[in-house]
């Protein structure tokens, strides 16, 4: 096997290129210094950085409320807020933000993030410093927002969102855009069972849509050893149940038979 620097060759080729032996051939091609990258860099910087902050945690953690909270913040201290939430969260509304303690804030419903300069209308979109976004794990377009309103427009993005659904695994969108943020600050709810720190959401019911939006009835925040146990009362209540489906369909086929 030979290697590519060792043949003598090919050095010698490399040193006979006319290219090489010029004597301008270097100062044609300067090697750029820090001094000159960092003002050549501040030249193209027209736009105004943005930020991204991320603010996640299981249900009844109070993300919305911290999302509300720094949304008010910024809107107190003069710069053009707004708030996003999915339209497929209907639970108060569309036309406003409610938590769990029913502060209210006017929102924009919308199914996709995109959509949202246009509907806001572009000259008030230019216009605004800061987009708070709740319920972000329904958005699918949620990274490619965040890139476009920090990156490229200078908006400070605000979102609360689930970083993991009932079964603790990712939930939408959310945790994709951790790489980007600036914060991430994960919120913890108290144990409904316990009352030790809650860092999980455990689904009471049987349904097993990912996609279930629902309140403290179908929802409650545990610690990490109730919902393991919350599991496997859960897995166990869903066993017998489907036996017993299956026991009385093979009882009506058996009688349809007989
Ligand atoms: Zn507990």
Redesign the pocket.
Known sequence: MTSLFSSPLQTHQFFSNPALQNPNFLSLNPIPTMSSLRSSLSEKSVTPSGEIHVIIGPMFAGKTTALLRRIKTEGSNGRNVAMIKSSKDTRYGLDSIVTHDGAKFPCWALDNLMSFEENFGVHAYDKLDVIGIDEAQFFEDLYDFCCKAADRDGKTVILAGLDGDYLRKRFGSVLDVVPLADSVTKLTAR??????K?FFTLRKTQDTRTELIAGADVYMP??R??YVNGQVVIEATRAVVESCKNESISYLQAASVV
């Open positions: 144990c409904e069972l316990c009352g030790k809650a545990v610690c050893q109730h």
